[in-house]
């Protein structure tokens, strides 16, 4: 999938509410990733295999989970990213100072009242 095709699907993304959120630092002191807390981080929220990633108009791609975290990695600070699986269900949003938070969305139950 190339980064417009990432690019459109990412429509769907809902909206961040970043003042809702929690969010976690993945940079150390050093200017490295905390690569290990990124990779909880996006197990927590998203269980598929494949990421759909986010980074830019022009920049993105679906990747297996491993190639994933390495794209994140090499992107993170350049811009806001956004992860998400192809069904949308769940999310994880990296922003450009290195914190990030995520989120699943849980599936709408309707009652049948009889």
């Known amino acids: 999938m190339n980064p417009r095709t990432v690019h459109q699907h990412m429509k769907a993304f809902p909206s961040v509410d970043g003042h809702l959120r929690t969010w976690i630092n993945l940079m150390e002191r050093d200017g490295s990733v905390r690569q290990e807390a990124l990779a909880a981080l996006i197990a ?29 990695c090499e992107h993170l600070g350049k811009g806001e990213m956004r992860i998400a699986d192809k069904g949308f269900t769940g999310f994880v949003v990296v922003a450009s100072n290195g914190v990030a938070t995520g989120w699943s969305q849980t599936a709408r139950c309707i009652t049948r009242l009889d």
């Open 44 to 72: 927590e929220h998203i269980g598929a295999s494949e990421l759909l990633v986010w980074a830019g108009r022009k920049t993105g791609g679906l990747f297996p989970r491993e190639q994933a975290l390495a794209f994140i």
